[in-house]
T-cell receptor
């Protein structure tokens, strides 16, 4: 199982760039890295996924070094509405590994005015 | 599309009672999963299904049963409720036919067992 380690909590201010790093030392060759966002009393929402190097979408960027043992979610110019819990997941969506995708405890991000 | 729907939103059970949490999706997704989330914790996978008629256990399957008779529905049955099953339950679905790992989550069912 590719267990992930993230900071328990982070604080930042509106307008800042926030980087959340996730460690996954035992990542397997076929594993992808996926990040989710969860607001209180809601189900998680997919943010971004990647396999290697850098991926960018309209919401965030994901940086993955060559050894893939860690990844960094980057949120540009955060606002109060980005206050949420962010989960880093590592797993292989193929049938034999579907049960091995672990959410972990996530990082609680608090944005202040 | 309604996406992933779950019923009920809230439920209170007495110890030993049984009930079924309903989950449905209208996106024709092959994969469906059930998670539980305890206060301040991450999600833990209970059971999952990769298609109609196929289910398997996740991390914490004890005390729960599932079946998948149609692509759309994936009910979760609590056989004999215990206080340790007090949690928020999320159902999720995803498409198996692409490289995307995106799962779509329902709004959750908040269950209290007394």
């Amino acid at each position: 199982l590719a267990k992930t380690t993230q900071p328990i909590s982070m604080d930042s201010y509106e307008g800042q760039e926030v980087n959340i790093t996730c460690s996954h030392n035992n990542i397997a060759t076929n594993d992808y890295i996926t990040w989710y966002q969860q607001f209180p009393s809601q189900g998680p929402r997919f943010i971004i996924q990647g396999y290697k190097t850098k991926v960018t979408n309209e919401v965030a960027s994901l940086f993955i070094p060559a050894d893939r043992k860690s990844s960094t979610l980057s949120l540009p110019r955060v606002s109060l509405s980005d206050t949420a819990v962010y989960y880093c997941l590592v797993g292989d969506k193929r049938y034999s590994s579907a049960s091995k995708i672990i959410f972990g405890s996530g990082t609680r991000l608090s944005i202040r005015p | 599309n309604a996406g992933v729907t779950q019923t009920p939103k809230f439920q209170v059970l007495k110890t030993g009672q049984s009930m079924t949490l309903q989950c449905a999706q209208d996106m024709n997704h092959e994969y469906m999963s059930w998670y539980r989330q305890d206060p301040g914790m991450g999600l833990r996978l209970i059971h999952y299904s990769v298609g109609a008629g196929i289910t398997d256990q996740g991390e914490v399957p004890n005390g729960y049963n599932v079946s998948r008779s149609t692509t759309e529905d994936f009910p979760l049955r609590l056989l004999s409720a215990a206080p340790s099953q007090t949690s928020v339950y999320f159902c999720a679905s995803s498409y198996s036919g692409s490289d995307s790992y995106e799962q779509y989550f329902g709004p959750g069912t908040r269950l209290t067992v007394t």
